[in-house]
Structures are given as C-alpha cells and as structure tokens.
C-alpha cells in the first residue's frame, strides 16, 4: 500500500494476527455488548411496531371532536342538530394542529330512503372527507373512496356499506349503477369491507357515505358537523394534541374563561397510551444496560491494550528506532483497536440478529432487520475503539526506544 | 561523516545529577569501520544511543552526514534514524511469526511514499546476506546467526550512512558471531561505514579502529595495525543447519 496509513493498518492488522489470543480477548466484551445493544434494538422496535399496529387497528391514534357539551353525547338523539362545529372548525384543526395525519369532517343524518329498482332501504348517511376512511380504518373492497375530485365538485356519489349493497343489489354489480337517495340520484363509487361483528360496527355496514360538499349543500343542506375526526401522529402526545384541539376550538368558538366548551374532545383510551410509554420506558432502559456492556467492552480493550503496551516494549522501541514517528505508534495502536471493536461488532450484530431472530421464533415481537441497528453499533464501536483506545495508544507512543530496546519480552 | 564534538549527557534524578559523557569528540570518515569499547558503565550505551539518534546530548554537537542532529525534534530524528541510520541489536528484535522478508522492508514502511520496489528491494539485501533461500521463514524457524544476517538485511534496506551495531555478536555461538563479523568485512570493504559498540577485545580488533571509553571519556582512539581477518568464507547460510532443522526446508 501506498499510503503510509494504509501501511500502519496493515502493521495493526499483523499484530493482530500475532497474537490472536489476546485479539479475542479484546473483541469478547465488544462482541457482547453489541450483540445485546442489537437485539435490543430489534425486539424494541419490534415491540413498538406491534403497538402501533394494535394502535392502528383500534383507531386508538383517533381523537374525535363531537359538537355539543360533554354530557349531550348521551343523548338518545344522533341528530342533536347543534350547530357549533362547522366545515371551518375543521380546516382550521387540519391546518393549525401540530402532530396531526389527516382531518376529516363528518355530518350524518338517519332515516334517507334510498332505492335502486324496486329494492329499498333506510339509511343513515355520512358526508365525510376523502381522508376519513384512513382514519376509521374503514377500507373500501370494491371501487374507491371520496376523492378530493368528488370533494371540490360535491360529485353526487356514494360508498355503501357492505349490508346495503347487498340489500340494494344482492349479488349483482352495484358499482357505476345510479341509486336515490332521498329523491336524489347518485352514482355508486365503491363498496365498503364488511365490518362484522367486529367492534363499534354497529349498524356500520348498514351505512352509506357520500362527499361531505354533497351532503352539505345538496342533500343536508347544513353547514355545521356533527364530529372533526383527527388523525395523530404520535400517540404519545394524544393528550397534549387534545388539550391542543380544544385551545383551538375554544378560540374558534370564543368561549372565555370558565365558560364551558359547546364541542366535545374524546381521546382514546388511557391504556393503550400507558402500554406504549411503559414499552418505551422498558427499551430506554434496556438500551441503557447495553450501552454500559458496551463500556464494558471498551474498558476490556483498553486494560488489554495498556497490557500489551507493557508486553511489546521492545516491538514499540524497534519500529521507532527504525524511524516510526510517536504519531505512528498511536496510529498503528489505535487501528488495532479499530479493528477488533469493528471486528467484535461485525460479529456482535450477527449474534444479536441471531438472538433477535431465534427469540421471535418463540413469539416475542421483533423488529423487521433495518439499518438503524447496525449504523447504532457500527457507530458505538467506533467510539468506543477511540475513546478507549487512545489512552493505551498514546502510552505505546511514549515508550522511550531505548529504555524500551535494552527490555526483555516478545517483540 | 561523523563529527562528534565535545558531547556532554547529564542525567538528573531528583537532586543528583549523574554526568554520564563528560566531553567527547572524535571524526569518523566515511567507510571507516570503528569499534567503540568499553566497560559498562563507561558511557558506551549512551554514546552509541545519541549516535543512533536515540537520544539527544545535554550539550556538543553531533553531525552525521552533514547534518547537525543534536538539535533535531522527535519526528525529524524519527526521520533521520529512518534515512541514514542502520541499526543492530544484540537480541535481534525481529518481529516473531513474521517472515524475513517482512521484517526487511519494516523500515520502508514509515516513509510518506513506499518504495514501488520495496519487496524486491527486500529480497535483493536478503540474498546480499546469504538468505536468499529464506524470505518466507519467520525468526522462529532461523537459527540465532540467520536472524541477524535478517536484522543486518532490515539495517541495510534503507542504504543508510552509519551501520550502528550495538554487540551484534553477543547472543550468538562463536561460529555464527564469525559469520556475522565476516558479513561486517564484507559490507566494510564496499565502502560502508560501520560503528561497532562491543565490550569484547577480539569482536573489536576486527575493525580499522578501535575508540575505548572510560568514565565518561575517550581514554583510547588508536587505529589497529593488522585487524583481525574475518576470514570465515562469505556465509553461505543454506548448508547452515537451524535449531528445528531448517535447512531441510529450504
């Protein structure tokens, strides 16, 4: 090699090689620490990923704003007719509110005959955002949902739920057929999957959606909501995205003091939101412990290191009295450190991974591979081969050559 | 070649000051062949070690080659040992399970660019010294007079202005300290000067001239009249057995 630092890596790499005894010895605590620090990593961020999933399924990353006090939400009525929502409420949360995906307006009315052929059917009707089958997990099986096109035209089309179609069309294609609704005609977009039994489905698949402009201003003809469904993006700061929400709104609404809200905000329930936090605080922990092996291991290398300072006086003293400069000996000390805390995280990871990966086979949730892992060991070794190496480095560069030439011991 | 001019080394230890070279001079011209004796404690470790460039005196000049050294830096030192000066240790102190040719080309590799050439250049000195056949033994599987015809190939790599021997035939048998000594004659005859540290009288009447130290100071600087020949036949190291039987492995 060409290159004098390349050259001292290759002096490292063979001094290692000497003695490779000692080399292990050195890279065990890295290896060790590593390993942990990756599966770790793994099964925490697998952990995490399987709460977000629970969190998905449940809508529990939903806050839902209703119109009304709180105590009115239990009303027998749906249709409480409270104007204190409106359209704007619902831009200006989409707009304003920090940590949120996506926002989506809802009014509903009960009671709309709807018709195809001589078939008939009482439903209620939703207008809603294009967002808000994303955030109620609600997918559509067949055709497609409101489409921001069907928002800005108030396109007279409809989504039905799994029932209704059926009802309406039996086996037959409801897509692109022109139904009524209420004496108006719209056109069938898409069908609904079958909620079921599953939970808060209710009369869901009885239901039918159509673009909120729609019902607004052709079938409602109203402009306030009855709900602003929000969608938020870390589910560890639900309660400060509520409290939030509701600043805003009270704004909005210029409700002052104690003056009560005339909406109101439901936030998902508190256990989900302790179970992430408790996993998080867990993982915190955890990674904490590995990041001590990981010291450990550094401490390993360097008490190795300062011995074999002590055990290669006569090979430092040689190397400078053939002319290796003080800043030769530190390069040439800390590439062998290099070496072995690269060498033992290479191996660490793939034990980690090993662990990870055997351990998700007796059902702990782990985490797809992913870079992150590695590039976190990668760089921890790295800093612990300097800051670790160094000191017996910079001992090795003051070894005097020739105290060091008259010592006795392996060169 | 080398100027040595009234060099003084102190060392102080706590409240005492030790005055181990109490003004030494003398020239050595380039090609002379010198031995340095003396008794320890006469100050010939320390001598040769500021002559090495390992080490720096308290005060005096030291010129090697044209250049003033006593004044030098620890990098530029590192760099003049690297350059213009060879050195040979009693013990050797080759690097172990690492083959001769590797240990040769040691000193090329603290050099900002490495020679091109650095292995043939190795394997060239190698054969100047009788291993031709041995480039790939590591010291362990060569006797004590093949590693240091090893160490004097790593001294002779760099072509360097002073070979600095330091009692290059103390930890060898007498037939491999002949062989050492004749490899000497061989390398004073194409012109190189050696300096030659040994407290033996009979390694030191091989040379041109013998420089004696006592206390601290030249107490003799004589040329020797009819220096002894190193006549044992130019080493031919593939008919010399080693410890394990090496030369079956050839």
Redesign the interface.
């Known amino acids: 090699m060409a290159n004098r630092n390349g050259r001292l890596l290759r002096e490292a790499l063979g001094a290692l090689s000497r003695n490779k005894s000692r080399t292990f010895l050195m890279m065990l605590g890295i290896v060790l620490g590593i390993g942990s620090l990756t599966a770790v990593l793994c099964i925490g961020q697998g952990t995490r990923d399987r709460i977000m999933k629970v969190i998905a399924v449940h809508g529990l990353d939903m806050l839902m704003v209703r119109a009304g006090a709180e105590k009115q939400i239990f009303a027998p009525t749906a249709d409480r007719g409270i104007a204190s929502l409106s359209e704007a409420d619902a831009s200006a949360v989409e707009a304003e509110l920090g940590n949120v995906v996506a926002v989506s307006p809802v009014q509903n009315q009960r009671g709309f005959e709807t018709i195809f052929q001589d078939r008939s059917i009482k439903v209620r009707v939703f207008g809603v955002g294009p967002a808000w089958s994303d955030i109620r997990r609600r997918p559509v099986v067949r055709g497609e949902f409101v489409s921001h096109d069907d928002m800005a035209h108030a396109s007279k089309v409809a989504i039905l739920g799994f029932h209704s179609a059926k009802t309406l069309f039996g086996e037959a294609e409801a897509l692109g057929q022109t139904i009524r609704i209420g004496n108006e005609p719209f056109t069938v977009k898409g069908v609904f999957a079958e909620a079921g039994a599953s939970a808060g489905a209710e009369d869901f698949d009885d239901r039918v959606m159509i673009p909120f402009t729609t019902s607004a201003r052709r079938l409602f003809k109203r402009p306030y909501l009855e709900q602003i469904v929000i969608q938020v993006k870390d589910v560890s700061r639900m309660k400060q995205t509520a409290d939030a929400a509701r600043a805003l709104l009270r704004e909005r609404h210029q409700i002052r003091g104690d003056a009560a809200d005339d909406f109101f905000v439901r936030e998902p329930g508190d256990v989900k939101e302790a179970a992430l936090s408790t996993s998080t605080t867990l993982n915190t922990l955890l990674i904490a412990i590995s990041m001590i092996a990981m010291l450990v291991g550094g401490v390993v290398i360097m008490n190795i290191m300062l011995v074999s300072v002590g055990q290669r006086m006569r090979e430092i003293g040689l190397r400078r009295a053939l002319g290796a400069r003080r800043r030769d000996i530190v390069a040439q000390f800390l590439f062998e450190a290099l070496t072995v805390s690269g060498l033992g995280g290479l191996v660490g990871v793939a034990l980690g991974a090993a662990v990870a990966i055997g351990l998700s086979a007796k059902g702990v949730a782990v985490s797809r591979l992913t870079w992150l892992p590695f590039a976190i060991a990668v760089g921890a070794c790295a800093a612990v081969a300097i800051v670790f190496g160094l000191y017996p480095a910079r001992k090795a560069s003051r070894v005097d050559p020739v105290v060091a030439l008259r010592q006795g011991g392996a060169s | 070649m080398i100027d040595v001019d009234n060099i003084k080394k102190h060392y102080v230890k706590g409240s005492v000051t030790t005055e181990v070279l109490k003004g030494i001079s003398f020239h050595i011209a380039a090609g002379e062949y010198v031995a340095i004796m003396g008794a320890s404690g006469s100050g010939k470790s320390t001598l040769m ?1 500021i002559l ?1 460039a ?2 720096t005196p308290t005060s005096g000049g030291y010129r090697l080659d044209g250049q003033e050294v006593s004044k030098l830096d ?2 530029a030192l ?2 003049l ?3 213009k000066i060879g ?1 040979v ?1 009693q ?1 050797f ?6 083959s001769a040719l ?1 240990n040769v080309v ?2 090329l ?6 020679a ?1 050439d650095a292995e043939a250049r190795a394997a060239a000195v190698l054969d100047a010294v009788g291993l031709g056949q041995r480039q790939h033994h590591s010291p362990g599987e060569l006797s004590g007079g093949q590693q240091q015809r090893v160490a004097i190939a ?1 001294a002779l790599i760099t072509d360097p202005a002073l070979l600095l021997a330091d009692e290059p035939t103390g930890n060898l048998d007498a037939k491999s300290g002949a062989e050492v000594l004749a490899l000497f004659a061989k390398l004073h005859n194409e012109g190189r000067t050696i300096v030659l540290v040994t407290h033996d009288k009979v390694v030191a009447e091989h040379a041109g001239r013998i420089i004696t130290l006592a206390d601290g100071g030249v107490a003799d600087d004589r040329a020797v009249s009819h220096p002894r020949d190193a006549t044992a036949p130019t080493p031919n190291t593939d008919a010399v057995a080693g410890p394990s039987g090496t030369a079956t492995s050839a």
């Not at chain 2, 590799?109 to 490495?114: G, N, P, V």
């Open positions: 070690n090495g390992l080490d620890d990098d590192s760099a040992r690297n350059r050195f240790f013990q102190h080759l690097l172990e399970r690492t590797a040691l000193p590799i603290y050099r900002d660019e490495l091109t790593r």
